[in-house]
């Protein structure tokens, strides 16, 4: 070894694109606040109450069972039955369990699907403001990111399809779309999701559905999904996760909905990385499955009193501009005059003992607002918003009633 080996950086010997990824500006904001005590967090995408009994007791039987042994790496048969059921009870679409997989967590999964599809310049379209990790992940793959953002307008989020249509060149691989959508709660309806679909058809580029929220509507049952707009061979690969309707976010679970040709692809990739999930908590997945219907009403139910509350509070703080959404449960709402979002929720920690996301962390679209998690209890919620008003809610009406 020379001295010229002994004496360079360690970080120097990795890949420049992994050595030089940037950390998320949530994560910052948590490093900031965590460990301070009776903070209220809302800056992270989970609620205040952890996993059913009735689940975690399936898991917790499977593993007393010595269900501990490796298992197919695209899920049990018994686990892909229950998902292509659920798929046509909740979706009314009809696939075989050669289209479904599980992995672990959305995340993984999302991973897994730019492992299948990019290569060094290819480019995604995403539509933004939008979770950050999308960002990171076509990065690190050495893909690069094109950025069409839905505009705040009297009406709600809305996105303009031309322009989403025009940023998609040559080298464009794949569109990502996230609806509902974090932070914003935006659903893309029946219609644009047939357009996006048959333009990209035409263009042959691949869609990559986030639609982990999809049970979290308020104004309907269930959100859209692409999967009701598409054909059995288009290019599309739907990212679900049961970390969000169910509360199982710490179990790492998701599953990808995906054309029959990818089955064995996945299943090659999973056994190099991962080797497929454990099977006592495919247990609990399955009967999270098979008896969440009621815990899914009953989270949608605490998550739309929970927006109401935020949103009766921020609508009447002048300096905050917001649309109530439709589906998921996050707060994005603009602040006048805030021009440095992670110094604002740096100095909301320090100064209100209130953990909130900055927009900046969401994409080019997102600096300028703040996001806040109302998957809580409604005194939760009520302790955060009174300790919020001081800061945000300068010239509201203090005369309120709570």
Not at 30 to 45: E, N
Not at 166 to 187: E, H, M, Q, R, Y
Not at 238 to 255: D, E
């Amino acid at each position: 070894m020379t001295a010229e080996t002994t004496s360079r950086p360690l970080l120097a010997d990795l890949r420049h694109d992994v050595a030089e990824l940037a950390e998320t500006d949530i994560v910052r904001v948590s490093v900031h606040g965590w460990g301070k005590k009776d903070l209220v967090p809302f800056w992270f995408g989970e609620g205040d109450r952890s996993t059913p009994d009735f689940i975690a007791k399936a898991a917790s039987d499977a593993l007393l069972r010595g269900e501990t042994f490796y298992t197919d790496q695209r899920g049990i048969k018994e686990l892909r039955d229950e998902l292509v059921a659920y798929t046509a009870r909740t979706f009314g679409v009809g696939i075989g369990d050669s289209q479904v997989s599980l992995v672990t967590a959305g995340m993984s999964g999302l991973y897994l699907v730019m492992d299948m599809l990019i290569e060094q310049g290819d480019e995604v379209v995403v539509v933004g403001p939008v979770w950050p990790n999308i960002y990171s992940t076509v990065t690190v793959h050495g893909g690069t990111v094109r950025d069409v953002s839905i505009t705040l307008e009297e009406d709600g989020w809305e996105l303009d399809l031309d322009a989403l249509f025009a940023a998609v060149t040559d080298k464009t691989k794949a569109i990502f779309i996230n609806s509902p959508g974090n932070p914003t709660g935006w659903l893309m309806e029946r219609d644009q999701q047939k357009a996006v679909m048959d333009f990209a058809r035409e263009k042959g580029v691949w869609v990559v559905a986030d639609e982990v929220y999809h049970q979290l509507v308020f104004d309907r049952d269930v959100a859209p999904s692409f999967l009701q707009v598409a054909r059995p061979d288009d290019r599309l690969i739907v990212v679900n996760s049961f970390s969000k309707s169910w509360m199982m976010t710490g179990w790492r679970l998701g599953w990808l909905t995906h054309p029959a040709e990818l089955a064995p692809v996945i299943a090659k990739l999973v056994q190099i990385t991962t080797s497929g999930v454990p099977q006592f908590l495919q247990r609990g997945a399955i009967a999270a499955l098979r008896e969440g219907d009621q815990v899914i009403r009953d989270l949608r139910a605490q998550c739309q009193a929970g927006r109401d509350i935020v949103f009766d509070r921020l609508e009447a703080w002048p300096m905050v501009r917001a649309a109530r959404p439709k589906a998921a449960f996050y707060a994005f709402f603009a602040v006048e005059g805030m021009s440095d979002s992670l110094e604002m929720a740096k100095r909301i920690i320090d100064e209100a003992n209130v953990g909130l996301a900055p927009g900046s962390a969401f994409g080019p679209a997102g600096e300028g607002y703040l996001r806040l998690c109302f998957a809580a209890s409604p005194e939760t919620l009520k302790k955060g918003l009174d300790r919020l008003e001081p800061i945000l809610g300068k010239g509201a009406d203090q005369g309120r009633g709570d």
